[in-house]
């Protein structure tokens, strides 16, 4: 597990009473995390009330004195985190603190035992949803309801939800959003060449191919038109991470992580009024013909149905 060491002194030195568990990339003995990525924890102690259920630690690294470690920490009860469908999860690093520590099981656990029996359902459930959407995209389109760059843009993120199924499908576990490259190209060296050419093909509707630091800045910009003026740990997390995979020249990168945040934050119905304004204040979407759109949407629908 990645920088163990790490998570001990911080947990000993904020949070000594809670039980807690490491999630997301730290918690992935098959992804390297960045120097940026931060420590997810969950914190429950039912003995204790926090007023704030989400809070923001930096702490010095062990091991480098000069850098900074961030730890992002959601306190819940156990009753929170039982009733919580939205959490689930199949790596994770059990940090035992009073509550939980002298019985044979406890709540982290019997959640990843449910996340992972449940996830072949839910994979199932989002796939069925992927190909609902593209159906709705091509009715759209064949109405002239919408600017073809809008369903332009929509077809990314669905091309992004889509190969975030290949992961789940293939690797039998959730995306990491900081490190999609890693594990969309982990699929395509270890399944088929069928596999392999329909990711490509993925890939290219994406246009990931165009990615690099004039349209990572761009879309910065609209990203940061959506995140609005409020701060949040949030934002301060995915802005630093763009910046330290600008520096490092990882655009496909920052450009997925992107994608993936609006993918995740702003798909409904009202969000997406805002897509006009986000277009007109980037220029990386490509402008494709009705006919490509039409054929990209069921390119994707059929590599939808393969998943199922």
Known sequence: MDSNKDVIRFLNANLPQSDSILLGCRADDNVKGHECCEYNL??????QSSPHKLRYFSQASSSNKNSKKIFL????????????????????????GQ????????????????????????????????????????????????????????????SLRTLRNYIHKYLN??????????????????????????????LEIIGTHRFNISVLNRSENSLKFLLGNIPSPTKRLILDK?????????????????YNYILDNYMGPEQKLSYPQLLRRTTDIDKKEKTT????????????????
């Open 42 to 47: 969950i914190a429950i102690n039912d003995s």
């Open 73 to 96: 920490v959601r306190f819940l009860s156990t009753e929170e985190l039982y009733k919580n469908s939205l959490i689930g999860y199949s790596d994770f690093g059990y940090y035992p």
């Open 99 to 158: 509550l939980f520590q002298n019985k044979e099981s406890n709540p982290f656990q019997q959640k990843n035992r449910t996340y992972r029996r449940a996830f072949k359902s839910r994979l199932k459930s989002e796939i069925l949803n992927n190909i609902y959407d593209l159906s709705l995209l091509s009715n759209t389109l064949s109405r002239n309801r919408a600017n073809e760059n809008t369903i332009s843009f929509e077809l990314k993120l669905v």
């Open 173 to 202: 576990k959730e995306h990491r959003p900081s490190h999609l490259k890693y594990q969309i190209n982990s699929v395509i060296q270890n399944e088929s060449m069928t596999i392999r050419e329909g990711i490509d093909s993925i």
């Open 242 to 258: 763009l910046q330290f995979l600008r520096e490092k020249s990882m655009y496909v990168d920052g450009m997925l992580l992107i």
């Open 293 to 308: 759109l039409i054929k990209e949407i069921n390119f994707l629908i059929n590599s939808n149905k393969e998943l199922i």
